[in-house]
C-alpha cells in the first residue's frame, strides 16, 4: 500500500492487504470473480444504530431511502433493525414487500407517480403518500375514493434552501422540480383536510445529497416548521415532521457532521411540537459499507498519460462519469511494484468512462483494485451498456461471504427481446 488511507467501517488493511470484515478481498474475488460488489453487513448494523441512538429517546422513524441500495437481502437486514423505507417508485415497493419489509412503515416519494404505483401503495397500506404537486394529490384522491380508501398525506416543502452540494443532487431550490412551495402546500392541506378520502398526516422535504453541513438542514427545518405552526392555527394537526435524507459520508476528505450532531440541532428546534421525527437517509447507512472489487486487464502507457484499463466500467459504477464522484481506488495487496500516475478507466467505448483520474498506484497486469464508498448508488444505477453483465453482490458477515445477488449471464441480456417472423424470411433477390 502506498499511502495512507482513512478505512470505510467494515474495511481494513492487515499487512498490506484489504479485509471486508475477517474476509481478504483476494479471497473473494478468486471465489466470486470480478468485477464484484461487497459489502459489510457490520458495517451497515453500525451506520442504522448510530441513526436510532441519535434520536435518543424521542418518538422517531427512519425511513432507508431505497434508491441508494435496493438488494433485498439489504432491505431484509434493515427491516430487522426495525427500518422504515423511502421508495420512489412501485418496484421499490414491491421489493420491500419481497424483503419482508413493512408497509406501514413505508413514505413514497417521488414526482411522477403513476395510478398503477399509487394504487399499489394504497392497497398494501403504506404509512404515507409524500405529495408533491395538486395534480398528484387530485390523483391519489380519485383512486383512493374508487378503492374506498383513505390516502394518508404529507405534502413536499420546497423550502427554497441551497444545499451546498453538486446541482445535480440539490434538490431544495425554487428551480428544482421537487416539491411546493409554502403557499400552494397550505392550498393543498386545505383540500386534503376537506376531503374525506385524505388525511393529511405529516410534512416532509428533501434538498439534496452528499450534505456536509447542518445550516442546510436546519434552514429548512424552521420552514416545515412555520408551515406545521400555521397549518395547527387554521385546525389542522399534522403527526409527523420528515426533514428527508442528503446527510453526506468521506468519499476523500470531506468533514461530514455526525447523525447525532444533526438530530440534536433538528430536535433543538422540533422538539417543542411533540410530533414524531422522520428521516429519509440512503447514502449515510449504506454508502462506505460497499466496495467494487476490479482487476487490471491492461496497462497501457499513453504518449502525456498512463492508463489502467480495468475489468469494471461506467456502467458497473457511474458516479465518477455522472457527477465526477471521486472515490478512493487502492490496490488491495502489498505490492513491489514502482508507482505511476495512472487514470483508471473501465473498456466501455466513451471517454467519460472512467473511475478515477491520476490515482498513484503500483500496479501490473493482473492486479486487483478496490473502489471504495461503493455501497451507495453504485450498483443500483448499473446498467448493461456494451452488453456487459452486471456484478455480483456479496455480504460479508465476519468469516462468511454471502450471494446476494448472482453475476449476470449474458444469456440473460436478451431473454425478453424477440426475433419477428418477417425479418430474414424473405429470400434476397438481388
Ligand atoms: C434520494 C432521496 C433520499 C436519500 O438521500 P441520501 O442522500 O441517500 O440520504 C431521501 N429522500 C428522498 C425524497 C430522496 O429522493
Known sequence: MSHDHNMPDGFSVREGSLFCEAVSADSL??????????????????AFAEWTEAFGGAEHLICFAVKANSNIAILKLLASLGSGFDIVSGG?????????????????????????????????????????????LALIERIARNLNKVAPISIRLNPDVDAKTHPY???????NKFGVDA??????????????????????????????????????????????????SSGIELQHIDIGGGLGIRYRDEEVPSAKVLITSVRDQLDDLSMELMIEPGRSIVGNAG??????????????????????AMNDLLRPALYSAWQTIIETAPSSVQTRVYDVVGPVCETGDFLGKDRELGI?????????GAGAYSFTMSSNYNSRPRAAE???????????????????LWADECLPEHIGSQAHDD
Open 29 to 46: 474475488a478468486q471465489r466470486f470473480a470480478t468485477p464484484l460488489y461487497v459489502y459489510s453487513q457490520t458495517a451497515i448494523t453500525d
Open 169 to 175: 443532487i440539490s434538490t431544495g431550490l425554487k428551480e
Open 92 to 136: 421499490e415497493l414491491r421489493r420491500v414487500l419481497a424483503a419482508g419489509g413493512d408497509a406501514g412503515k413505508v413514505v413514497f416519494s417521488g414526482v411522477g407517480k403513476s395510478a398503477a404505483e399509487i394504487e399499489l401503495a394504497l392497497t398494501a397500506g403504506i404509512r404515507c403518500f409524500n405529495v408533491e404537486s395538486a395534480s398528484e
Open 183 to 232: 403557499e400552494v402546500a397550505r392550498a393543498l392541506y386545505r383540500t386534503a383536510h376537506e376531503s374525506d378520502v385524505l388525511l393529511p398526516v405529516g410534512i416532509d422535504c428533501h434538498i439534496g445529497s452528499q450534505l456536509t453541513e447542518i445550516e442546510p438542514f436546519i434552514d429548512s427545518v424552521k420552514h416545515l416548521k412555520n408551515l406545521v405552526l400555521d397549518l395547527r
Open 291 to 312: 466496495a467494487l472489487l476490479t482487476r487490471v486487464m491492461v496497462i497501457k502507457e499513453g504518449e502525456t498519460k498512463d492508463f489502467a484499463v480495468v475489468d469494471a
Open 394 to 412: 456479496i455480504l460479508v458477515s465476519g468469516t462468511d461471504a454471502h450471494v446476494i445477488r448472482k453475476r449476470e449471464r449474458v444469456e440473460d
Open 364 to 372: 501490473t497486469e493482473g492486479d486487483l483494485l478496490a473502489v471504495l
